[in-house]
């Protein structure tokens, strides 16, 4: 049974940093594409980072550009977020995903398997 299990949320203060773990079991981790979601009350689930299976090229969403860092380590069947600059607006229940292509998509249905989530709050 797939399963991805994303650490490292928290409280933390605005202008503060945060790096959130993805771990994924039974599958080819190497194998898929992985995303980074995220859902705040009351929203609807929107792409945040994306990475190849490779580790080579990646995508983001404009919110976060330049704040937010998605890697990845094959060998130990992770995936990152290095969070940064955090604002009160990224409170939110972050999800991990993992999508059976190359190149990551920033649609929630090429996503086949998902995290339980990871509540992160930014206070100001």
């Known amino acids: 049974q797939v399963q991805l299990v994303e650490s490292g949320g928290g409280l933390v203060q605005a202008g503060g940093s945060l790096r959130l773990s993805c771990v994924a079991s039974?599958?080819?981790?190497?194998?898929?594409?992985m995303g980074w979601f995220r859902q705040a009350p009351g929203k609807e689930r929107e792409f945040i980072a994306g990475?190849?299976?490779?580790?080579?090229?990646?995508s983001y969403a404009d919110s976060v550009k330049g704040r937010f860092t998605i890697s990845r380590d094959n060998a130990k069947n992770t995936v990152y977020l290095q969070m940064s600059s955090l604002r009160p607006e990224d409170t939110a229940v972050y999800y991990c995903?993992?999508?059976?292509?190359?190149?990551?998509?920033?649609?929630?249905?090429?996503?086949?398997?998902w995290g339980q989530g990871t509540q992160v709050t930014v206070s100001s």
């Open positions: 995903a993992a999508a059976g292509t190359a190149l990551p998509s920033s649609s929630r249905s090429s996503y086949d398997y």
């Open positions: 039974a599958l080819t981790f190497r194998n898929y594409a």
């Open positions: 990475i190849s299976w490779n580790g080579g090229p990646t």
